[in-house]
C-alpha cells in the first residue's frame, strides 16, 4: 500500500466531476425530434445572420 490515499482522493474527484457533468446536461424534456427540430432552427437562424452580415459588407477584392 504505497499508494497511500491517492485512489480515494481520485474517487471523491470523479464523483464531483461526475455530478458536476450531470448538473450541465439537464434534461428539457424534448423528444429527440423536437431537440432535433429546435436545433435545425437555432442553426437556421445563425446561417441567416451570416449572410446578412456578408451582404452589409462590400465586397472585397
Same mark, same amino acid.
Given at each position: 500500500?504505497?499508494?497511500?490515499? %491517492? *485512489?480515494?482522493?481520485?474517487?471523491?474527484?470523479? /464523483?464531483?466531476?461526475? $455530478?458536476?457533468? &450531470?448538473?450541465?446536461?439537464?434534461?428539457?424534456?424534448?423528444?429527440?425530434? %423536437? *431537440?432535433?427540430?429546435?436545433?435545425?432552427?437555432? /442553426?437556421?437562424?445563425? $446561417?441567416?445572420? &451570416?449572410?446578412?452580415?456578408?451582404?452589409?459588407?462590400?465586397?472585397?477584392?
Amino acid at each position: 500500500m504505497t499508494r497511500g490515499n %491517492q *485512489r480515494e482522493l481520485a474517487r471523491e474527484r470523479n /464523483m464531483k466531476k461526475q $455530478q458536476t457533468a &450531470k448538473a450541465k446536461n439537464k434534461e428539457d424534456g424534448l423528444t429527440y425530434e %423536437q *431537440r432535433k427540430q429546435r436545433d435545425a432552427d437555432i /442553426m437556421r437562424q445563425k $446561417q441567416q445572420k &451570416k449572410e446578412q452580415a456578408q451582404q452589409a459588407q462590400p465586397a472585397k477584392s
